[in-house]
Each structure stands twice: as C-alpha cells, then as structure tokens.
C-alpha cells in the first residue's frame, strides 16, 4: 500500500471520527453474534498477554473486550479517531499505529482483534498485513479478523454526511483463509452471516475468522542408543 493511499485513509478516518463514533459506539448492543464472538475471543486469550485491537476506531470494541477481561490496548491510523477513543475509554491505552509497519515486538501479543480494519485495504496490501500480525503474535497467539464478504469495490462519495475519496473492499472468505494461511496462520474456524436490518448495518454478508499462530516446534534430541 503506497504513502498516497495511507495518508487518504488517515485524512478520511480523521474527518469521519466524530459522525463515525456517533454512529457506531453503541453498535454491538444490536449485533447478538458479535459479542458472542468477542466473549469467545477473550476466554481464549485469558489475560495473560497483551491484546490489541487494529483499526480500533472510537474503541467500542476495545471497550468490550475490557470488560471481558482482557488486557488490552487500541491501535489505530487516524490521531483524530485515537482522541475520540481516548475522550470515552480513559481507562484503556490507544496509540496511533499503521498495520503494514507495526511499531510492536516480535511475538509480544497474545491477541489481535481486527473488525473491518482490512475494508479499506486493496488486496495486493494484506499479505504484508498479515505477515506483520503474524510476526507480533506469540506462539499460540489468536486472531479474530472480521470483513465484508463479496467481489466489489464501493467507492461512494459521501459517508456519514462527510465526503470521501476512498475505496471500500469486500472479499471472499476463501481467499482470506488463503492469505492468512501464506502469512503462517493456522485457520480454526470461518464463520459468515447475513446482515441485520437496514437501521443496524450495511446490507452486506460478513465474515469472522479465527485463525491462531501455529506454538513454536519443540526441536527433540535425537534418541542414542
């Protein structure tokens, strides 16, 4: 993903940020599978390593996994987005970050949960994504990506009220197994759904994948007789 397309998702993102967390701060209060999904995500991950949640926005779902009992953080390309989060969850950490060149260690995440933070990426940049989420999680790390399915590319010019220059892309789940897979996950479950009403969401399918960083071989000394 080059500079350009970087900086016109950071500019779009700050210019949406207060409509965008009017809008969808409260959103998983009405998407049941959702928090369903989460619960399941940080009863897995426990809270023994440090979470993060990509393209966290206002940190709603940061939020959420809180409260679950995770010992998490929020990442996001947009400083404006960053301040929304930081005004409503005092309490939980955020830092502006860009997914293709994370500023994390080497297998330092226990969990990454990434909903929609892939939408605005063309498909020629999730290999390099992938691989960064890949590299900060530890051995045994999860993953729980979610996105919209289909073929198409949205490029409206208004959301929210504000104008946008930016594309929105949907993908099939087979070929995001397929380059998570390439990236060194483990793929353990996809699951897709049809969308709530209208006055909840956009009318697309989506998908939730939970994939885990394969635990470290344990190289065994060859047995002498």
Known sequence: MNDNITKSIRETY????????SHFFNELEHKPLDPQLLHRFAAEVGQDGQVCDMACGPGHITRYLRAAGTNIFGL??????IEQAQRLNP????????????????RSLAG???????????KESLPAVFRE???????????????????????????LGQPVSMDWFFFQPIDIVRYLEVAGFAIVQVIAREPYPAQVEYQ???????????????????LIP
């Open 14 to 21: 700050d210019r949406l940020a207060a409509a965008y967390t």
């Open 76 to 81: 996001d390309l947009s400083p404006c987005m």
């Open 91 to 106: 309490d939980i950490s955020f830092r502006e970050g860009n997914m293709m060149a994370l500023d994390l260690p080497d």
């Open 112 to 122: 990454i949960v990434a909903f929609y933070a892939i939408v605005n990426l063309p």
């Open 133 to 159: 989420m890949e590299r900060v999680l530890q051995p045994s790390g999860l993953l729980l990506l979610a996105f919209h399915i289909g073929d198409e590319i949205s490029h409206p010019d208004e959301v």
């Open 204 to 222: 697309s399918r989506r998908a939730y994948i939970f994939a885990r960083k394969p635990a470290a071989m344990v190289r065994q000394r060859p």
